[in-house]
């Protein structure tokens, strides 16, 4: 089974046609889960965070960024859905 689309006939590696259908049907590049912001999703987006902060050397949290907001939002909305789940008694 071969896809047929725009990125079929590009002369670039099957890795590179794949990024780029994830970009036109806004997923992230790397796992192909939905967008959050920008180019990534929330996991690699952090991932992606933590490894300029690691690289550059940096030991202050900028708590006020878009990352660590959405990072928030995630967690607050995983613990929601926790807390809903039906108790065994």
Known sequence: ?????EF?????????KFQLR???DKRCPI???PLVVGTRCLKHLLRERERKRKRLGSK???A????YRLEAKAKAAAGRQQNKKPRRG
């Open 31 to 33: 796992c192909g889960e």
């Open 60 to 62: 202050r949290r900028f």
């Open 22 to 24: 994830m970009g036109r």
């Open 1 to 5: 089974m071969t896809i047929k689309d």
């Open 64 to 67: 006020n960024t878009l990352s």
């Open 8 to 16: 079929t006939d590009l002369p670039v590696s099957r890795q590179r």
